[in-house]
C-alpha cells in the first residue's frame, strides 16, 4: 500500500510577540505579589516560629 497523505501531522504556526505593556505591567505586578507573600510567610517562620526552637 502507498502513502498517499504525507503531511497529515504537519501544523503551521504563528508566533506573535506580546508588546503590549498592560500585559508586561499585569505580571509584574502579580509576581511581585507572589515575591511580597513569599517574603512576608518567611518573615513569619523566621522571627516567630524559630526561637521557639
Known amino acids: ?9 504537519v501544523e503551521e504556526r504563528i508566533i ?3 508588546s503590549d ?3 508586561v505591567a499585569t505580571t509584574l505586578i502579580k ?3 507572589y515575591l511580597i507573600i ?3 510567610i518567611l518573615y513569619f517562620l523566621v522571627h516567630y516560629l524559630l ?3
Open 1 to 9: 500500500m502507498a502513502i498517499e497523505h504525507r503531511n497529515l501531522g
Open 16 to 18: 506573535e510577540k506580546r
Open 21 to 23: 505593556s498592560s500585559k
Open 31 to 33: 509576581y511581585s505579589a
Open 38 to 40: 513569599f517574603f512576608g
Open 51 to 53: 526561637p521557639r526552637f
